[in-house]
């Protein structure tokens, strides 16, 4: 167990990482897997998580990493609806670039991408373009609040795990996912990120 306060941390988890491990971490909403977005580690998060059925989402440090993944054109409320959710707990689907490889998009072509409102995870993602990102349960199975409570065959197959010292319970409800891609903003999940915000940012 290693902590996000520690200075030593961000290089341990850069090099787990360049090695194609999954890294298991608190961020800004649930305990999460991390990996960078490789075929080899969508296939070691499909086989810990036991699913197939959906790529993942990816997590970026900034929005001019936007441009790697999707070639959307970003209407003034798009742009808006950017610069005041994040960084923080929302997720948008935007319409994937054409040249991305096919496991890194949605079968409709659209990719998920935020910003995460935390400061390890934004020194961690410096060191890369994006990183994978999902809950840190089996598929189907509830969402775990504490380290305690990940499932032990998911603890097995990480190569590291960080979280808050002093911190034991961490949120069981995910981002809100909105769909962009059509032009329009569509509410997909609603999650942690507030309701009368996001219903003052949609109208």
């Known amino acids: 167990m290693i902590y996000w306060n520690s200075e030593k941390t961000i290089p341990i988890l850069k090099s787990v990482l360049e090695q194609n491990e999954v ?28 699913r197939n059925d959906k790529p993942y989402l990816l997590v970026v440090g900034s929005v001019d990493k936007l441009s790697l993944f999707t070639d959307q054109v970003f209407s003034e409320r798009l742009k808006n609806l950017i610069g005041t959710c994040w960084p923080g707990a929302v ?11 096919s496991w ?6 659209t990719i998920a991408i935020r910003i995460p409102d935390h400061l390890g995870l934004l020194k961690l993602l410096k060191n890369f373009d994006a990183l994978f990102s999902t809950s840190a349960n089996i598929h189907g199975q509830p969402i775990p ?5 990940v499932s032990h065959s998911i603890i097995k197959q990480v190569g590291a795990v960080c979280v808050q010292e002093g911190q034991l319970v961490y949120p069981q409800n995910p981002s809100t996912i909105l769909n962009v891609s059509t032009g329009l903003i569509e509410v997909v999940r609603e999650g942690v990120f507030d309701r009368e915000k996001l219903q003052e940012l949609l109208g």
């Open 91 to 101: 997720t948008l689907i935007f319409k994937a670039r054409h040249d991305l490889p």
């Open 23 to 50: 890294i298991l971490a608190s961020g800004d909403t649930v305990l999460g897997l991390w990996g960078q977005p490789t075929l080899q580690v969508l296939e070691k998060l499909n086989s810990i998580k036991q």
């Open 104 to 109: 890194l998009k949605g079968t409709d072509g």
């Open 145 to 149: 609040e504490s380290v305690a409570s």
